[in-house]
C-alpha cells in the first residue's frame, strides 16, 4: 500500500534492534484516515474469503482489526495479555513471545468470542519473526475454527516470519513490506 510506505518513511523511525517506530501514526497516535484506507485495503484482500471474525493481540494491533473488521462487517476480537476479572468462564490460552518488549506474555480468549463455525481472519500491526501470529494461530486451532489468513500493517520482511507462514501455505497479507532497514534508511519489497 503506498501511500503506508510514503507515510512510514516521511514519520517512522528506526531504533535500535531492528525496531521500526511509527507510534505517531499507527498505533499510539493513529491517523484515521491512513487507518481507515488500511482497513479498507484489507477487507478487499479477503472479501471473498467468507471472514466471521477478526483476530488480534492487545493493543497495538486493535485499531487496524477494527477497522478491518468494520470494513467487513464482522466482529473484531482480541486476545487479552492476562486473565482480569471482567473475564470469566473458560478460555483458550497461549503463550506469546513479544519481540518489541522481548517478553512472553500469557494471552487469552473467552471461548465464548472464538468456535468451530468461525473462519478467522488474524490482523496485527507488525510481522517480524512471526511468534504473535503463531500464537494467535495456536488460540484458533483450540477453538477448532479456521484461519482464513493473516493481514500485517508492517511485515520485516528480513525477520522471516511472513515468508515462513506461507511456506506453511497460509495466506498472509502485508500492507507494507520493508525489505532492509537501518540507521540510514529503508527499503520496501516490490
Do not use: C, W
Request: aromatic share 4%.
Amino acid at each position: 500500500m503506498k501511500e503506508l510506505e510514503e507515510k512510514i518513511l516521511k514519520e517512522g523511525k528506526v531504533l535500535p534492534g531492528e525496531v521500526l517506530k511509527v507510534g505517531s501514526f499507527l498505533n499510539q497516535q493513529i491517523d484515521t484516515d491512513l487507518l481507515t484506507k488500511m482497513g479498507e485495503e484489507g477487507a478487499r484482500l479477503f472479501r471473498d474469503a467468507g471472514v466471521t471474525k477478526v483476530l488480534t493481540i492487545e493493543a497495538s494491533g486493535i485499531a487496524l482489526a477494527v477497522m478491518v473488521g468494520a470494513a467487513l462487517h464482522v466482529p473484531a476480537v482480541f486476545a487479552k495479555k492476562s486473565k482480569t476479572t471482567n473475564v470469566s468462564g473458560d478460555v483458550y490460552t497461549t503463550v506469546i513471545h513479544s519481540y518489541t518488549h522481548g517478553k512472553d506474555n500469557d494471552v487469552i480468549v473467552p471461548k465464548d468470542y472464538l468456535s468451530e463455525t468461525d473462519n478467522v481472519l488474524i490482523v496485527d500491526d507488525f510481522l517480524a519473526t512471526g511468534a504473535a501470529i503463531e500464537g494467535l494461530i495456536d488460540l484458533v486451532g483450540q477453538a477448532g475454527a479456521k484461519v482464513a489468513g493473516v493481514i500485517s500493517a508492517v511485515e520485516k520482511g528480513f525477520q522471516g516470519g511472513g515468508d515462513a507462514l506461507r511456506a506453511r501455505g497460509i495466506r498472509v497479507e502485508s500492507l507494507a513490506v520493508v525489505e532492509s532497514m537501518s540507521a540510514t534508511g529503508l527499503t520496501f519489497r516490490a
